[in-house]
């Protein structure tokens, strides 16, 4: 009966440390939980030590089992077990603590080593003149700038080719502004019209069929993918939209001579403007890229 007064019971020693664990309650209600069966075992050794008719030692086994119990509660409030008190819920209060600062951290240290390589990667690109994507844009931006041309940026959504003539002749062509999607129809109307000339360069797919023997059903599929897909454009579909517009296309790209898709015989009032665009093979990290490049403001 007297080792009552010596600490918490092991019944309210379990019940603690279990309320300590219990993350589903917030730690107020840990927290006042935790009081309200302090305050039980507090009532009880006062009853069971009156009864014993030992009031002095009643006083003070009441004072040390408040002692007890509030250790104990301290540590359920505290939400991760942890204490100052060296009962079992304190020890493993501690243990979660330590395991928590361990991980946390590792976590610092493993930031710490991303952050380390990112610089010297960008150190080493700096050494060596930047990233791949860099040095294109500048080779690009040195053959351009003699010309009065840079490159302007377009959206990298699959109709890059498209959306670079679109700005073209937004910015070139008064009156023939045309968005992407119906350049891309365009297109496909084009090469169609051209598949003799234009079919040869195109790459099917498998389920396109066999140019070699049904040329046009071939084209028809390919232009089907064409329309109604974000199909990547390419060297053919420059050609055909060059000969539908009835404009040169030139094609500017780092360290190779410009090329050139030619739109047809020059009119009664001469060869109207080129249309002036960017291939990339390294401006986006998914593969090849179609700019415009505008004239630079004089």
Same mark, same amino acid.
């Given at each position: 009966?007297?080792?009552?007064?010596?600490?918490?019971?092991?019944?309210?020693?379990?019940?603690?440390?279990?309320?300590?664990?219990?993350?589903?309650?917030?730690?107020?209600?840990?927290?006042?939980?935790?009081?309200?069966?302090?305050?039980?075992?507090?009532?009880?050794?006062?009853?069971?030590?009156?009864?014993? /008719?030992?009031?002095?030692?009643? =006083?003070?086994?009441?004072?040390?089992? #408040? $002692?007890?119990?509030? !250790? @104990?509660? &301290? %540590?359920?409030?505290?939400?991760?077990?942890?204490?100052?008190?060296?009962?079992?819920?304190?020890?493993?209060?501690?243990?979660?603590?330590?395991?928590?600062?361990?991980?946390?951290?590792?976590?610092?240290?493993?930031?710490?080593?991303?952050?380390?390589?990112?610089?010297?990667?960008?150190?080493?690109?700096?050494?060596?003149?930047?990233?791949?994507?860099?040095?294109?844009?500048?080779?690009?931006?040195?053959?351009?700038?003699?010309?009065?041309?840079?490159?302007?940026?377009?959206?990298?959504?699959?109709?890059?080719?498209?959306?670079?003539?679109?700005?073209?002749?937004?910015?070139?062509?008064?009156?023939?502004?045309?968005?992407?999607?119906?350049?891309?129809?365009?297109?496909?109307?084009?090469?169609?019209?051209?598949?003799?000339?234009? /079919?040869?360069?195109?790459?099917? =797919?498998?389920?396109?069929?066999?140019? #070699? $023997?049904?040329?046009? !059903? @071939?084209? &028809? %599929?390919?232009?089907?993918?064409?329309?109604?897909?974000?199909?990547?454009?390419?060297?053919?579909?420059?050609?055909?939209?060059?000969?539908?517009?009835?404009?040169?296309?030139?094609?500017?790209?780092?360290?190779?001579?410009?090329?050139?898709?030619?739109?047809?015989?020059?009119?009664?009032?001469?060869?109207?403007?080129?249309?002036?665009?960017?291939?990339?093979?390294?401006?986006?990290?998914?593969?090849?890229?179609?700019?415009?490049?505008?004239?630079?403001?004089?």
């Amino acid at each position: 009966m007297f080792g009552l007064a010596s600490g918490p019971s092991q019944a309210l020693q379990k019940d603690i440390t279990a309320l300590s664990k219990n993350k589903k309650l917030s730690k107020a209600d840990r927290k006042a939980e935790a009081d309200r069966l302090q305050s039980g075992m507090e009532e009880r050794h006062a009853r069971e030590l009156l009864e014993l /008719g030992g009031e002095e030692g009643g =006083e003070e086994g009441g004072d040390e089992a #408040a $002692s007890g119990a509030g !250790a @104990a509660a &301290a %540590s359920a409030s505290a939400g991760d077990g942890g204490g100052d008190g060296g009962d079992a819920a304190a020890s493993t209060g501690a243990k979660k603590v330590s395991k928590g600062a361990k991980r946390r951290a590792k976590k610092e240290a493993e930031a710490r080593e991303r952050e380390e390589a990112i610089a010297r990667a960008d150190a080493d690109l700096a050494r060596a003149g930047g990233s791949r994507r860099d040095k294109e844009l500048r080779a690009l931006g040195e053959a351009l700038s003699p010309l009065g041309l840079a490159v302007v940026g377009v959206p990298a959504d699959g109709s890059c080719l498209f959306h670079a003539l679109s700005d073209q002749l937004e910015a070139a062509v008064a009156g023939e502004a045309r968005d992407a999607a119906s350049l891309r129809e365009l297109a496909a109307a084009s090469i169609a019209e051209r598949a003799a000339s234009i /079919g040869p360069f195109l790459p099917f =797919e498998a389920a396109d069929g066999d140019f #070699a $023997s049904d040329p046009d !059903a @071939a084209v &028809a %599929s390919y232009c089907g993918r064409l329309r109604s897909s974000r199909l990547w454009g390419g060297q053919p579909e420059i050609m055909a939209l060059a000969a539908a517009l009835g404009r040169d296309v030139v094609v500017h790209s780092a360290g190779e001579a410009p090329l050139v898709a030619e739109g047809g015989p020059a009119g009664a009032a001469g060869r109207p403007p080129a249309l002036q665009i960017t291939f990339h093979r390294h401006y986006i990290s998914s593969g090849e890229h179609y700019n415009s490049a505008r004239p630079t403001a004089t």
